[in-house]
């Protein structure tokens, strides 16, 4: 098995952890940014990256994010007269 594929490999796995819907539709984007992001012979995700990723799934799971947005942050909204 070549690093890349490895690699590749231990991020789906990480990846299996969101919701199926969400992967379905947003699985192959983050894998992509994912790789393209990877130094040149990188064989394991970085500890942070894998942190950041259980940390968002298990808060798509429990409701508390849809997408990536968090639920209990402030709403950005328009100024008046802004479209």
Not at 46 to 71: D, F, Q, T, V
Request: hydrophobic share 40%; glycine share 10%.
């Amino acid at each position: 098995m070549s690093e890349s594929a490895g690699l590749e490999r231990r991020y789906l796995r990480l990846l299996a952890c969101y919701p199926q819907a969400f992967r379905r539709e947003h699985e192959q984007e983050i894998l992509g940014v994912l790789m393209a992001g990877a130094d040149e012979g990188q064989q394991r995700p970085r500890p942070g990256e894998a942190l950041n990723l259980i940390k968002h799934a298990l808060w798509m799971r429990l409701g508390r994010s849809r997408g990536g947005i968090m639920m209990d942050e402030p709403r950005l909204t328009p100024l008046p007269g802004a479209v």
